[in-house]
């Protein structure tokens, strides 16, 4: 069976005489300027990585392989990352796990394969911070695609970021994005996930305004459909529940009947 750029990657369906090769960890002091962008896939089929690394190699970027999360938290330190290609059926310790992990550590973007059908595991995927997903099996220029438009986002955010104020303080709480962080009103710092912060910084920048779920995934993720519905109202009730506004009687992130949500306070600049 020919695969062509444009088929399908699916374990289990490749020409037989393509040669297998792991793409080597690379050790680079740091990014040079004006480098391509370094990928990092993490993937248990070795067919799946060679391919990729392949196809991905031919397009302009660097690309790293692993197997496992084992292999990938090794590779981590030194690799310098611009975004991470990551399977969530993972042998040992699982994707979700290590995106988990990773989201502790960095804010590189991330796109999960999944399997068809796993919707929850997507879900919650997206709630720990991962930027896209795509369903296995998946033509190679739909995820070319995928991530040319992640790091075009990523990019965007961090111009954003730069040219924001230090601090965006609402109802005593303070949001910090040169840093990515939250502190309560004692000055504690309240963890978010990517996917947290990404929607109180889209709130916080629109204070006292309407945002419609269509408008929040506008924001958020370029206008991805199907999971990303459902993620935004789990991570609106998360996010509620770490600024102690949870239940009811909302006062901070209120829900408007038939519109969306809105954050129903001031917000000062520092």
């Not at 990019?155 to 040219?163: L, Y």
């Not at 040169?178 to 889209?202: C, K, Q, S």
């Not at 909302?250 to 000062?268: D, S, W």
């Amino acid at each position: 069976m020919q695969r062509t750029p444009g088929g399908p990657f699916c374990a289990g369906r490749i020409a037989p005489n393509v040669a297998f090769m792991e793409s080597p960890l690379l050790a680079a002091s740091g990014p040079a300027p004006g480098a391509p962008p370094h990928i990092l896939v993490v993937d248990d089929d070795r067919e799946i990585r060679d391919l990729l690394a392949r196809f991905l190699e031919k397009q302009g970027f660097r690309v790293s392989t692993v197997r496992d999360a084992r292999d990938a938290r090794r590779a981590w330190p030194n690799g310098h990352f611009n975004l991470v290609v990551l399977d969530l059926m993972l042998p040992g310790e699982g994707g979700l796990d290590f995106a988990r992990w990773l989201r502790g550590v960095s804010t590189v973007p991330i796109v999960m394969l999944t399997a068809m059908g796993e919707e929850t595991d997507r879900i919650i995927g997206l709630e720990l911070g991962a930027d896209d997903y795509l369903a296995k099996p998946f033509a190679p220029r739909e995820l070319l695609a995928r991530i040319r438009a992640v790091l075009r986002r990523a990019g965007e955010a961090q111009s954003r970021a730069e040219a924001m104020p230090r601090a965006l303080l609402f109802g005593g709480w303070r949001l910090e994005p040169p840093r990515r962080r939250l502190l309560n009103p004692e000055g504690v710092e309240v963890p978010l996930t990517g996917g947290e912060y990404d929607l109180l910084l889209a709130l916080t920048e629109r204070p006292h305004r309407v945002l419609t779920r269509d408008m929040l995934l506008d924001l958020l993720r370029g206008r991805q459909a199907g999971p990303f519905d459902r993620a935004i109202d789990v991570a609106i009730s998360r996010l509620r529940r770490k600024l102690e506004d949870d239940g009811r009687q909302a006062q901070l992130i209120k829900t408007v009947r038939g519109g969306g949500y809105v954050l129903a306070c001031e917000v000062g600049r520092e």
